[in-house]
């Protein structure tokens, strides 16, 4: 089962950056679909990038421009590049497999919390 541990987040002030990793286990990382995923409590977990196994990606209107998905499947870690950071990011975030390769049963790791603030 494969299980992902997600790293990074932390206090930043608004326009600053962070780089978010996902550590995946399993040596079949490389066939998922991958995405980044976040959660204001009380609201509904929003997927925020994904990216296909071939490198194609996806972003949601309120992030394009600003972030950036990646992989690197030789050491099965996804990546989320975060430059120009807004309040409104503040968020618990998480990744987890992501188009046709998202399961509802799929489990959440404990996600890395990202607060921007001034």
């Known amino acids: 089962q494969v299980q992902f541990v997600e790293s990074g987040g932390g206090l930043v002030q608004p326009g600053g950056s962070l780089r978010l990793s996902c550590a995946a286990s399993?040596?079949?990382?490389?066939?998922?679909?991958m995405g980044w995923y976040r959660q204001v409590s009380g609201k509904q977990r929003e997927l925020v990038a994904d990216?296909?196994?071939?490198?194609?990606?996806n972003y949601a209107d309120s992030v394009k421009g600003r972030f950036t998905i990646s992989r690197d499947n030789a050491k099965n870690t996804a990546y989320l590049q975060m430059n120009s950071l807004k309040p409104e990011d503040t968020a618990v975030y998480y990744c987890n497999k992501a188009r046709a390769d998202f399961r509802a049963w799929n489990s959440w790791g404990q996600g890395t919390q990202v607060t921007v603030s001034s």
């Open positions: 990216i296909t196994a071939g490198g194609s990606t």
């Open positions: 399993g040596s079949i990382f490389r066939i998922y679909a």
